[in-house]
Each structure stands twice: as structure tokens, then as C-alpha cells.
């Protein structure tokens, strides 16, 4: 098979991302480790690990940003920045729609992309995928490599290539050391190891709309032996599988699941109503002190388990997470009925006490404007308004809901008089959901 045309796209922050596309038929996007062979390197394309996955579909493989053919001075290796390179390669093919492969901190940059962009996969896989860096090793020995990455590139290269193949043999560790010196910087190098302990996919994860293949093989020494487990329990359309042996030598198996997975219906997304909706709102009580008492980034750990836990029970109980802009930390969610988001609610104010961050909980509804994935309008302003009135803890709603869920919730409501809210013309009469508990 001819070596494909190595092509250059534009990504949103102007990295220069190059990738090669060959074959017809549906499209895979692979999204490999940073720290592999790239694209035009005798050992750097998957499709020679199984033809298979070149036959009968277009198998698109791409260098990850300040590696190898792609731009090489880059500011920002971050989950984020590199699911807009995913964007950019697709985008410049012309796929609306395809299938995505991601391996190891691949897989974190798939995630986030997937979630940000539901409409565009088809399927998913994700393999020795983990939910956040520092599991992977104690932040102490991740800087401790990163600075000697930044000041004994030689050294650094064989302990990473020793990180890489830690059972040998002694000539793949030297041929994983020398690709490293001709393929990244030692700057971009230590960026990458550094976002090994700053990935966090957590609240991404229940976003996942695509039918994904969390794939892990037994004795991978890159991820804690549940990682995989973790990660498919917060995908919503996820099937686990195990496989013997590196990862990328189970291309037969992923191609199953993409073939196997073609013809079944597309997962059933939550109904929500086209103009008017119950509408949710959530925010963490007293962050600011909080963040005082706790440190910024214990209080950040904390505020991101919280918004996965929230975001799937908001999907397990029929709703829909907003994609859009939210104030402060945070959440909003559109229902079909009053009952469903009151059952939500309660459930979330559990959720909010167990982690130790109480919640502002406000229900009201009304007509929106749809614009995307976002809903704005009188409505979700004062949705956003009675959850500030609340008390932490309380669930407050407005007349309209307390009207709309009189015979459809199995809850009572007190009376909480009439409200001043501040943006909203005239006094609202409020009530506190009362029992479900």
C-alpha cells in the first residue's frame, strides 16, 4: 500500500495540524499518544497493525500538535485545545459525521470532543482510557520528570522511553528514544507529561452521547487495572470490553464494534420540547468561601465530581444538560415535566450534601430561545433568580411549577410568600418543595 499524502489543516488557534487520509467509506479519526511513531515514520501508521481497518473505510491519522509533521512550537497541549484539532482535521476533510478512535491521553482529547460535539460521531472508542492525570501518578513524580525532560533531554528521552516499553526490550526503548529526539521538542515534551497531572475528563464523560467501546487489555501498565471500568460506568451508550495485548494490536476488535454497532438504531437522546420547558437551575452555595476553606484545587476536585454526578442524574432522570454559558459553578438543565425535574432536583440536593457542597436549587417555566446547544430567555433568567432566592438545600419553584406538578409529583410545597428577585420586574411567588426525600 502507497504511503498516504502527508496534508496540513488549521486549527482554532492557528497550530498547524498535519494528517494523512486514505481509503473510501466511512471515517475513522485516530487520535494517537503523543508520544508515538508519527505520520511518515516507517512504524507510524495503525493501518499496518491491521489492514483491516483500511479496507472498505477511510482511515484518517493525524500528528497531535507539536509533534512530528505538525506545527512543533506550541503554547497549550491542553484536552480542550486538542479536540479543536480533531475539529480542524475533520472539518477540512468534510466529515460531518464519523467514527473516533482514541488511545491513552488520546482518549482524554476524544472524550472532550465527543461531548462537545454529539451530532458529529457516529461511534467512539476509547482505549486505555482514564478519567483524570493524577491517577495515573503522584504529581510530585510527574514535575520531577517534566524538569528533566526540560533539562537532560538525552536522559529524559530514555526514561520516557522507558516509561513507554518499562519491559524492554533494550532496542524498542532506544527506537522509542530516538523517534522522541526527532520528533518533539523537549518544551513540548514536558508540556505533555505535565498535562498527564492536570487531565480531568470526569464531567465530560456523562456527556458522551455516541455508542462508545471503552476497550482495556489485561496487564496495561499505562492505567490502574479499573481505570476502564471507571471511565465506561459515566458514559451513558458504553459497552467494556478487555483484550490481550497492546492496545493497537486489537484493531479486529474495534472494527467489530464499528460494524457490528452500524446497524443498530442511534441511542435515544432525552425528549426536550421545542418552546416551552421546565427548567433546573443549580449553583453551588458560598463557593467563594469554600474555595477559602478548602484551597482552590480541592475545592476544584470537588466542584468537578459534583458536575459529573449532577449531569448524569440530570440524563437519568429524563432531562438534558445545557451546553451553553452558566454563571459561576453553576448547572442548567431543560425538562418535559415539572415532575421529572423536581425528582432531579431532589436527587442532585443529595448528591450536593454527600460531597460536602450545598446547593441553590430554583425550578420555574417557560418559553425559551433555542440557539445550539444553549436556551436563553425571561424564563431561564428567572429559573436562575429563584435558585439564588433558596436557601442551601432548599428547593424553591415557581407559581407555574407548583401549578403544573400539583397532581404529577409525589411531593407537598410551602408556601414562601413573594419574592423581590433582583432583574425581574414583579414580586414572584415562591414555594419550597417539601418530602421526596
Known sequence: MAEPQIRYCTSADGTSIAYTSVGDGPALVTVRTWAHSPIGTPAGSWA???????????????????IGSSQRDVVSVSDEAQALDIAAVADELGLDRFDLWGDFDGAAAGVVFAAQNPNRLSRLVVSGAYMRGEDLSPAESVRSLAQLVRTNWGLGRRALANIIFPKGPLELQRYMAGILKECVLPEVAAKYVEQYATSDVRHYLPRVKARTLVLEARGDYRVPADAGRSVAALIPNARLASAEGIIQANGALVLDFLEEARGDPEP???????????????DIADSTALTTTLGDSAYRDKERDLDALLRSAIGEAGGEPVEGKVLGDGVMAVFSSASQA????????????EAGLPLHLGIHAGDVVREGKNVHGGAVQLAARVASASAPGDILVSDTVKGLARTSADVAFEDRGEHELKGIEEPQKLFAVKGGD
Open 268 to 282: 435515544r437522546q432525552a425528549a426536550v420540547p421545542s418552546d416551552t420547558v421546565i427548567i433546573l437551575f443549580l
Open 342 to 353: 423536581i425528582g432531579c432536583a431532589i436527587r442532585c440536593r443529595t448528591l450536593g450534601e
Open 48 to 66: 499496518r497493525l491491521d489492514r483491516r481497518m483500511s479496507s472498505g473505510r477511510r482511515l484518517v491519522e493525524f500528528d497531535r500538535r507539536g
